[in-house]
């Protein structure tokens, strides 16, 4: 029986990471890429490099263009959460029905966003901790191993697939309550990552901010209770407590994002929580002036602010 094509859609850094690990594994992966000019760069890069623990390997996979014609079966959407809708709307017609779709998109939002565009399609959630960062144009660092949750909150039978991620070396788990991952790591994200780019800090330099910290996750908690996440709220300010202190040294995405001048997922996060917020009628002052203040930011620096 001939293997499914994984198509992989944002060569960036998860994307890429995947997608190498999957070919290493004699998988047939195929890259999908924005434009025939974005094709040719690829093309003269001679494919995708990989950088593990000093060892570096190239992958010349198969590239397409997303107006390609090709019909895809297996579709990893590594794309940031602002494009994830258009773009995966621009494929629908090359998905054959029951496709399975696998979203691995920061904070929670463009999940169902995409699914709407994608009736004939099965998605399936994903919250990953795996690091990796690009260290130049079609190329990828693993800088830390990592973990990835995947689920289906609409279908809890497990995908065969996943005895594919077991030989390619991605650490994963099933997960019948992904929802519950996912809004926990909204909540994470949501504690860290606007600290850090307001302060202009490492991970690690919220230590000197622990109020403000710790009253942020107490909104939070109270938001993931009326939201119906209980189980995400356990333990909240703890766990914010370790991720900072374990990733000290880090810049947070959204402060790479932000120092890079590039657009953040300010939407799916912050901009999310206040909205749920919004929708059960309860008043989370402190939340509500950091996604402002993060706006103003946003706005001065000339950057995007959903």
């Given at each position: 029986?001939?293997?499914?094509?994984?198509?992989?859609?944002?060569?960036?850094?998860?994307?890429?990471?995947?997608?190498?690990?999957?070919?290493?594994?004699?998988?047939?992966?195929?890259?999908?890429?924005?434009?025939?000019?974005?094709?040719?760069?690829?093309?003269?890069?001679?494919?995708?490099?990989?950088?593990?623990?000093?060892?570096?390997?190239l992958y010349p996979l198969a590239a397409d263009t997303v107006a390609g014609t090709a019909p895809i079966r297996r579709l990893l959407v590594a794309c940031k959460a602002y494009d994830a809708e258009h773009v995966v709307g621009q494929l629908a017609a090359r998905l054959a029905p029951g496709t399975e779709v696998i979203l691995l998109?920061?904070?929670?939002?463009?999940?169902?966003?995409?699914?709407?565009?994608?009736?004939?399609?099965?998605?399936?959630?994903?919250?990953?901790?795996?690091?990796?960062?690009?260290?130049?144009?079609?190329?990828?660092?693993?800088?830390?191993?990592?973990?990835?949750?995947?689920?289906?909150?609409?279908?809890?039978?497990?995908?065969?697939?996943?005895?594919?991620?077991?030989?390619?070396?991605?650490?994963?788990?099933?997960?019948?309550?992904?929802?519950?991952?996912?809004?926990?790591?909204?909540?994470?994200?949501?504690?860290?990552?606007?600290?850090?780019?307001?302060?202009?800090?490492?991970?690690?330099?919220?230590?000197?901010?622990?109020?403000?910290?710790?009253?942020?996750?107490?909104?939070?908690?109270?938001?993931?209770?009326?939201?119906?996440?209980?189980?995400?709220?356990?333990?909240?300010?703890?766990?914010?407590?370790?991720?900072?202190?374990?990733?000290?040294?880090?810049?947070?995405?959204?402060?790479?994002?932000?120092?890079?001048?590039?657009?953040?997922?300010?939407?799916?996060?912050?901009?999310?929580?206040?909205?749920?917020?919004?929708?059960?009628?309860?008043?989370?002052?402190?939340?509500?002036?950091?996604?402002?203040?993060?706006?103003?930011?946003?706005?001065?620096?000339?950057?995007?602010?959903?």
């Amino acid at each position: 029986m001939t293997a499914v094509t994984w198509h992989v859609l944002g060569a960036g850094s998860l994307g890429t990471l995947w997608a190498c690990r999957l070919a290493r594994a004699g998988l047939p992966v195929a890259l999908l890429l924005r434009d025939a000019a974005r094709l040719r760069q690829y093309q003269a890069a001679g494919g995708l490099t990989l950088v593990e623990q000093q060892h570096t390997e190239l992958y010349p996979l198969a590239a397409d263009t997303v107006a390609g014609t090709a019909p895809i079966r297996r579709l990893l959407v590594a794309c940031k959460a602002y494009d994830a809708e258009h773009v995966v709307g621009q494929l629908a017609a090359r998905l054959a029905p029951g496709t399975e779709v696998i979203l691995l998109q920061n904070g929670l939002g463009s999940q169902d966003a995409v699914a709407a565009k994608i009736p004939h399609a099965r998605c399936i959630f994903a919250s990953s901790t795996e690091g990796a960062f690009r260290s130049a144009d079609w190329q990828v660092t693993f800088a830390g191993h990592g973990f990835t949750w995947l689920g289906d909150p609409a279908q809890p039978t497990e995908p065969d697939w996943l005895a594919e991620l077991s030989a390619s070396g991605i650490p994963h788990q099933w997960s019948v309550d992904i929802l519950t991952r996912l809004w926990r790591k909204l909540a994470l994200n949501c504690a860290i990552n606007p600290l850090t780019v307001l302060h202009d800090c490492r991970n690690g330099g919220l230590q000197l901010h622990p109020a403000q910290v710790a009253t942020l996750c107490a909104e939070l908690g109270e938001l993931l209770e009326h939201c119906g996440q209980p189980e995400a709220a356990v333990d909240l300010h703890d766990e914010v407590q370790r991720v900072i202190q374990a990733t000290a040294a880090n810049y947070s995405s959204m402060h790479q994002d932000v120092s890079q001048g590039r657009r953040t997922e300010i939407s799916y996060l912050l901009g999310y929580a206040c909205a749920a917020a919004q929708r059960h009628q309860r008043s989370l002052p402190h939340l509500q002036q950091l996604h402002t203040q993060l706006v103003q930011h946003l706005q001065a620096l000339g950057l995007p602010s959903t």
